[in-house]
């Protein structure tokens, strides 16, 4: 049984960690909000959290990766920009390089290349609602998050990219796609999905928005199980590793959303524990004994079997003992 701990306030769960609890070198992922999310972690939360792993006499570095839509986070440079506009203000590395190509293969997932270069992880994570995975928990922060765009693809997607009437022929795409994949037919682009290596590279740099991710040709259990592969080869990565869950501004949908979203439940405070599949388990169940099972019925999928999977993998139990500080 696993030990997960409760508060309303950050500090409380802060007295919980330990310098053995950690490396030398820590990795806080987070994930910064794309323009125009207003519910997105809160910077204070993340700010006391980078400032407890210095006190312990630690580098703390804030990390994350690109998305793999057209956004405010598509790219490091936009990215950066974002973080700090949304009020970010300690030292953050993307990643997965300027256009999210940088990637390392681990357990056949294609993760951030920088992450290597990190002993310990912090996974600091606003629990929400997510329209394709039923919701965003720790599991979530590092499963598609940690991911290089090219890997995003992989979790999101059966088929690859198709091209839409929106192209004006410019060839950029072509240019940067090492897989001498894409032609000009009749002035638009064209892609050979037998060559493609779905890379996400075109969705990334096509200036239209005329490449676009095929989002509906994965289910979301086979989804779910994907993201729960990728957080197991996170995790071979990190012995050490703590999980924090902050249920502050519940919305129904995630922070990759550009727009703003209101909060479908009161705030819960905040849980941690090392068990990523514990922590999820409990803010699941907190989440949902709180708004009288309303969280379990947004967005019409079984939320549980995130779980049960990550726990078939041996990720961590579900079985938990909730303290409250
Ligand atoms: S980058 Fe976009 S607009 Fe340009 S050729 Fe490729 S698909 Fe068409
Ligand atoms: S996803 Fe990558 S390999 Fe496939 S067409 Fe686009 S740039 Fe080329």
Not at 20 to 45: D, Q, R, W
Not at 71 to 92: C, M, V, Y
Not at 180 to 200: F, H, N
Request: glycine content about 10%.
């Amino acid at each position: 049984m696993a030990t997960i701990y409760s508060a309303k306030k950050i500090e409380k769960i802060l007295e919980k960690i330990d310098a053995s609890m950690l490396g030398e070198n820590v990795a806080i992922k987070v994930h910064f909000g794309e323009k125009g999310c207003t519910t997105y972690l809160s910077p204070k939360v993340v700010h006391k959290v980078f400032d407890k792993v210095v006190s312990l006499g630690k580098k703390a570095t804030l990390v994350e990766c690109n998305v793999l839509y057209k956004g405010s986070r598509t790219n490091s440079t936009d990215h950066l920009k974002t973080a700090q506009e949304h009020g970010f203000d300690r030292p953050i590395e993307i990643l997965d390089g300027e256009e999210g190509q940088e990637y390392t293969l681990v357990k056949g997932c294609k993760l951030g290349k920088g992450i290597k270069k990190f002993d310990s992880l912090i996974v600091l994570t606003h629990f929400k609602g997510h329209m394709m995975a039923g919701f965003g928990g720790s599991l979530k922060n590092i499963g598609m998050g940690l991911a290089s765009r090219a890997g995003k693809l992989q979790m999101h997607a059966n088929i690859k990219p198709s091209v839409s009437d929106e192209c004006i022929g410019c060839g950029v795409c072509i240019e940067h796609c090492n897989a001498k994949a894409i032609t000009l037919v009749d002035g638009k682009a064209v892609i050979d999905k037998d060559k493609c290596e779905g890379c996400a590279m075109c969705i990334a740099l096509c200036s239209t928005g005329a490449i676009s991710v095929p989002w509906g040709s994965e289910n979301p259990q086979g989804l779910q199980n994907k993201i729960a592969n990728y957080a197991s080869a996170v995790l071979t990565l990190f012995p050490k590793a703590v999980f924090i869950n902050v249920l502050e501004n519940i919305t129904k949908d995630c922070d990759c959303m550009d727009f703003e979203q209101k909060p479908i439940m009161e705030d819960q405070g905040i849980l941690c524990g090392t068990d990523i599949v514990a922590v999820d388990k409990a803010s699941l169940d907190l989440a949902n004994k709180s708004s009288g099972g309303k969280f379990n019925k947004i967005n019409a999928i079984n939320k549980d079997k995130q779980i049960e999977f990550a726990e078939k993998l041996k990720l961590g139990t579900s079985k938990y003992n909730l303290i409250e500080l």
